[in-house]
């Protein structure tokens, strides 16, 4: 959020049940349309191999939020 508020585009990742504690922070820093990419949890046991997975799983919604914010 800090990032965004000094211009930069950017975007939070975070797993389902953490969306609505991020939702909650970004409406707290007025920033209610702060896009979030929401992936599936956990994240901390995964292989490497499966934490990658989740990161392409993640990167449409990545992508298409910072070039939807450029326009």
Do not use: W
């Not at 508020?5 to 820093?29: K, R, Y």
Request: charged share 20%; hydrophobic share 45%; aromatic share 4%.
């Amino acid at each position: 959020m800090k990032l965004e508020a000094l211009g930069v585009p950017a975007i939070a990742i975070c797993t389902e049940p953490f969306e609505s504690g991020a939702q909650a922070i970004a409406n707290l820093g007025d920033m209610p349309d702060y896009p979030f990419a929401v992936i599936q949890h956990p994240i901390g046991s995964l292989t490497p191999e499966q934490l990658r997975e989740r990161a392409i799983e993640a990167a449409p919604q990545v992508i298409g939020s910072l070039l939807a914010r450029r326009k």
